[in-house]
Antibody
Framework: QLQLQESGPGLVKSSETLSLTCIVS??????????WGWIRQPPGRGLEWIGS???????YYTPSLDSRVTISVDTSKNQVSLMLTSVTAADTAVYYC??????????????WGQGTLVTVSS | SSELTQDPAVSVALGQTVSITCQGD??????ASWYQQKPGQAPVLVIY???NRPSGIPDRFSGSSSGNTASLTITGAQAEDEADYYC???????????FGGGTKLTVL
């Protein structure tokens, strides 16, 4: 059974960089066909896809965050990382990592971490 | 349009059938997946690809698609189905992924 666990600071100061790690257990992050994504959810609001990465390093980011976000993988540690620079209060959210599978016409997130709340303070 | 549009709220009587829809130009080319989220919990995949259910998802959940609209149908809604539901797919360009705004389902 695949398990994902997010970790990182729960409080980040405005204008600084948010850094989160997702440790994957119960399976290899290098599994063929597996993408790894980050999704966030501001308090009381809906889900927002941040971006995804293939284990080989190919990345895909949502346009609104493209200039501030970096997603990377460390296959030796079986983990995925998220960095978001120049954060503001609007970046306060629960951040989830998830595994994505799919093909050209469909993708879906089948395993999710429990999520971690990150609050941006002024 | 680069959006996936969902009705903010839908209600259904216990045991009745309800459909939750998701509209977007990208749905003409790409399938949606559907997620159920209960308060304080991570989302759970309920439908993916044409009409596939992960292991453990009751068969009262089904999916369909026509034109620019994807639908999640719950046949015989149960009290435990009360939750927020989100669709996920690509925009018309195929370059960007996105979630719908979510639908809050109330079971009366």
């Amino acid at each position: 059974q695949l398990q994902l666990q997010e970790s990182g600071p729960g409080l980040v100061k405005s204008s600084e960089t948010l850094s989160l790690t997702c440790i994957v257990s119960g399976g290899s992050i290098s599994s063929s066909g597996s993408y790894w994504g980050w999704i966030r959810q501001p308090p009381g609001r809906g889900l927002e896809w941040i971006g995804s990465i293939y284990y080989s390093g190919s990345t895909y980011y949502t346009p609104s965050l493209d200039s501030r976000v970096t997603i990377s993988v460390d296959t030796s540690k079986n983990q995925v990382s998220l960095m978001l620079t120049s954060v503001t209060a609007a970046d306060t959210a629960v951040y989830y990592c998830a595994r994505a599978l799919g093909s050209s016409s469909y993708y879906y997130f089948d395993y999710w971490g429990q999520g971690t709340l990150v609050t941006v303070s002024s | 349009s680069s959006e996936l549009t969902q009705d903010p709220a839908v209600s259904v009587a216990l045991g009745q059938t309800v459909s939750i829809t998701c509209q977007g130009d990208g749905l003409r080319s790409y399938y949606a997946s559907w997620y159920q989220q209960k308060p304080g919990q991570a989302p759970v995949l309920v439908i993916y690809y044409k009409n596939n259910r992960p292991s453990g998802i009751p068969d009262r959940f089904s999916g369909s698609s026509s034109g620019n609209t994807a639908s999640l149908t719950i046949t015989g809604a149960q009290a435990e189905d009360e939750a927020d539901y989100y669709c996920y797919s690509r925009d018309r360009s195929g370059k960007n992924f996105l979630f719908g705004g979510g639908t809050k389902l109330t079971v009366l």
